[in-house]
Each structure stands twice: as C-alpha cells, then as structure tokens.
C-alpha cells in the first residue's frame, strides 16, 4: 500500500510496531509518565507559551473542534468564522448547532486570506475568531501571525485549527498569540486516528476552567483536571497514546519540530516540480506543506482517484461536496519518500499514456 491521503497516513516502523503490541491498563504511574512525556513534547513542538496545557481527547478532531467551540464560546460573543472550505464550513456548522453567534468570512476555494479581508471586520465588536490554518480541502495556508496580529489588536480569542498544519507548516503559538491549537493523531503525527490533542495557552485555561458547559464527555476543565495527574476522565485510545509518544521521541531523534516541517516541505517541493508536465492546475493560492491540491484539466478527478486506487494500489486524496469531480488532493505528510512520489508519478503519466486525461 502507498498512501497519499491526508490522513490517515503512513507510520513508520517504530509506531507500526507498537501498535502490534498488547494495550496496557493505564491507571497507573506508568502511563502517567508517558502522558505527562507527551504533554511535554506536544507543547514545546507547538511553541507554546509558558503555563499552556495540553489535553488529549479520545475523538476525532472534530470532536475537538466542537469541544473548543462548546468551552470557550458562549451566546454573548461574537466570533469571526473563517470560511475557505470544507473544514472552515465545519466550525460554522458547529458555531450554529451551538447557538454561537457569529459571522462568516466567505473565501473562494483555492483564495488566500489577504490582510485586506481581514481588516473589513476591524473595530467591529468581535470576540473571538476561529480558522484552519492549513484548510485541508484545499490545502491553503492562511497567515497565522498576520490573523494573530489582527487578534491582538481587536482583543479576540483566537482558535487555531491546526489539524494538518501542526509538523507540517511553520506554527508558533506564542508568537502568533493563539489561545487555542488544535491537532490530531492521524496527520502528521502519522499514527492511527483516534486522539485528538488540544492546546490551550494560560489564558484559555482560565476561561475553560470558570466555565460550565452542558456536556459530560466534551468538558475540557474535567480534562484540565484529571491531566493534572496524566490522566484523562475516562478511558482514551490508550494503544495510540503509546504510539504517539514513539512517534513524539522518534521526531525529536530526528532533529524536533522545525526539522519534521522542513521535511514535509521538501517533501512538497519534490512532488510540486515531478507533477509540473502533467495537465494539472495547482489550486491554492498559498499552498500549505502538508498537501498539494490539484485540478486535473482533462480528467475527472474523482476517477483519477478510483484508477490509482483499484488499478495501480496507490491512495490519494478525493474531495468531497462540489469539489468531488475537479480537484484530488496529494498528502505529504506521513512516512513517504521522494521515491514514493515518483511511483505515484509514473503511474499518472502511465495514465497519460493510456489515453486517460
Ligand atoms: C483532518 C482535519 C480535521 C479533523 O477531521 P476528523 O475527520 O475529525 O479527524 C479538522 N480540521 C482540519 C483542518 C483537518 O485537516
């Protein structure tokens, strides 16, 4: 199998091989430690401000998504959604669904956020804001100083989705003066899905704390809590929790965070100069590291993804909703090589020569 979807991606050996192993219990000071370790790793790859937390929830990043939403926002704000794609959509959808009030910054699919955009909402009484930093489905990467800088002037708590971003771009949460970032496991964390990690700097701690949210399982002060001693309020995917801390100590082997995005980087650049022949368009305007998304000009590209999966056995990414048939998405992230970009390569240009676009 070669995959390049964005997510769930290749793991290395080391995770492969730990996720062969028996799931220990894990109320006890051993696996305590190995939160705590990874806590530890998650904040400092982050960048995070001094007195941040971490907490580790057993769902997919939607659900942190919503979690966030839940704790950190309330009828009385009033927050600024960017909406660039898929996952921009989603955090609308989540603020409706909780009665979040809220405005939507609409971009074109492929646009980037220009600072031009941003300053039509100034002075405007917002509260907070919320965006993907890398918005997956189209694989833009929105400027997170510049937003932060915005934040900063307008007093808004600012919510970073940094789900495929985080070791794939350049983040830095205290810099950018983020409030929140959110990532999961199944990116470029490259494990199985199943833990999504929430970061909050001191001051979305003091806001989770003093709130009560309605919901038993999303309550992020009963998780603030129980991180306190490296636990968690109930049971986690306990299995990927140990593969995340093979793959947090396997990067910092390999040089830490900025080493791990500079790889995905070269990883992108490599795919982006092989695929230039090709009849394909590029479709962000600020392309993200993580992923390329690609508009085939002759093809379907839904049947671009079918063919390589059922007759070549490689995977990338299809989109969904009204970008399914014009544009597949290639992941960088995960255990790939330069090599595996060839394969993929030889196999479009094979198709090529078949006659299918
Ligand atoms: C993958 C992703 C998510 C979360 O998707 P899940 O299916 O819930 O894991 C959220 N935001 C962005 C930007 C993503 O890339």
Not at 35 to 54: C, V
Not at 196 to 208: C, H, K, Q, W
Not at 282 to 294: L, Y
Request: glycine share 8%.
């Amino acid at each position: 199998m070669l995959n390049f979807t964005v997510g769930p991606v290749m793991c290395s050996d080391e995770v492969l091989a730990v996720g062969g192993e028996q799931v220990p219990y894990f109320r006890t000071a051993e696996f305590s430690e190995l939160m705590f370790e990874n806590e530890k790793f998650i904040l400092q790859y982050a960048k995070a401000p001094e007195g941040s937390k971490a907490v580790f929830m057993t769902n997919s990043s939607t659900g942190s998504m919503e979690a966030v939403v839940m704790n950190c926002f309330t009828e009385k704000d009033k927050v600024l959604v960017i909406d660039g794609g898929s996952f921009g959509h989603r955090f609308v959808e989540i603020c409706e669904i909780h009665e979040i009030p809220h405005t939507v910054l609409k971009l074109n699919h492929g646009q980037k956020l220009s600072k031009e955009r941003l300053y039509e909402y100034d002075g405007q009484g917002f509260t907070g804001l919320l965006v993907n930093i890398d918005e997956t489905s189209t694989a833009v990467l929105y400027d997170s100083e510049m937003i932060g800088e915005f934040c900063r002037k307008n007093k808004l708590f600012y919510v970073c989705d940094c789900v495929s971003a985080f070791l794939a771009d350049p983040f830095d949460m205290e810099h950018c003066s983020a409030d929140v970032m959110i990532t999961g496991s199944q990116k470029a964390l490259a494990c199985p899905p199943g833990i999504s990690v929430i970061v909050l700097a001191p001051r979305a701690v003091e806001r989770v704390k003093n709130r009560k949210v309605r919901s038993m399982y999303f309550d992020l002060a009963n998780a603030l809590k129980n991180m306190e001693r490296g636990q968690t309020p109930f049971t986690p995917a306990v299995g990927i929790l140990r593969q995340i801390n093979a793959r947090l100590k396997e990067i910092e082997a390999l040089g830490g965070a900025d080493a791990e995005v500079s790889r995905v980087a070269a990883q992108a650049e490599d795919f982006r100069e092989k695929i230039k022949d090709l009849p394909f368009e590029f479709v962000s305007e600020s392309p993200a590291n993580g992923v390329t998304s690609v508009h085939p000009l002759h093809a379907d590209a839904y049947e671009i993804f079918l063919t390589l999966k059922d007759q070549y056995g490689i995977w990338i990414c299809p989109n969904g909703g009204d970008m399914k048939n014009t544009i597949f998405r290639v992941g960088h992230i995960g255990h790939l090589s330069h090599e595996d970009n060839t394969t993929l390569i030889n196999a479009l240009k094979d198709m090529q020569k078949r006659g299918l676009f």
